[in-house]
């Protein structure tokens, strides 16, 4: 007498667990894995830099000045691209609440794109050029081509 459950209910029931758990799972890997591989990735830079002071070599400037912020830009076209697709979404279906909540990454993804522009101006006017690419470090020169 084994505890076989066959009942319809029960399985759809086992099926609709087994995808939620299934899909927790499968987003904390993807975490994971990200976060691991950003250690490794700092962990390396890290004993590179170790090794050139050992030997007494320049660190390079970019290894100085860490990691850029990338624009909004393209965050910024996503968030409006769903915020309008469920805005038309809602226009379409007749769905008045669609609309009202596809206004808000609408206007999320427009505060980004204004944002991004203000601040790439903002560091145009200092003289610093795109806020998203480095300026090289002042007395470093590159080296030399000899082909």
């Given at each position: 007498?084994?505890?076989?459950?066959?009942d319809?209910?029960?399985m759809?029931?086992?099926?609709?667990l087994f995808?939620?758990?299934?899909s927790i799972?499968?987003?904390l890997?993807?975490?994971?894995?990200?976060f691991?591989?950003r250690?490794?990735?700092a962990?390396?830079l890290h004993?590179?830099?170790?090794?050139?002071?050992?030997?007494?070599l320049p660190?390079?400037?970019d290894?100085?000045?860490?990691p850029?912020?990338?624009?909004?830009f393209?965050a910024?076209?996503?968030w409006?691209?769903?915020?309008?697709?469920?805005?038309?979404?809602?226009?379409?279906?007749?769905?008045?609440d669609?609309?009202?909540w596809?206004l808000?990454p609408?206007?999320?993804?427009?505060?980004?794109?204004?944002?991004?522009?203000?601040?790439?101006?903002r560091?145009?006017?200092?003289?610093?050029?795109?806020?998203?690419?480095?300026?090289?470090a002042?007395?470093?020169?590159?080296?030399?081509?000899?082909?």
């Amino acid at each position: 007498m084994g505890m076989e459950r066959t009942d319809p209910a029960f399985m759809a029931m086992l099926i609709g667990l087994f995808f939620v758990v299934g899909s927790i799972a499968v987003v904390l890997l993807i975490v994971v894995s990200a976060f691991r591989t950003r250690h490794v990735k700092a962990e390396m830079l890290h004993r590179e830099r170790m090794l050139a002071l050992e030997k007494g070599l320049p660190i390079p400037p970019d290894y100085l000045e860490g990691p850029h912020r990338k624009r909004p830009f393209v965050a910024g076209l996503i968030w409006a691209g769903i915020g309008l697709g469920a805005v038309v979404w809602g226009i379409i279906e007749g769905e008045s609440d669609a609309n009202a909540w596809g206004l808000i990454p609408f206007f999320v993804g427009i505060a980004l794109i204004i944002g991004d522009w203000l601040s790439h101006r903002r560091a145009e006017r200092a003289g610093g050029g795109s806020g998203s690419y480095p300026r090289a470090a002042e007395g470093y020169r590159a080296p030399e081509n000899r082909s």
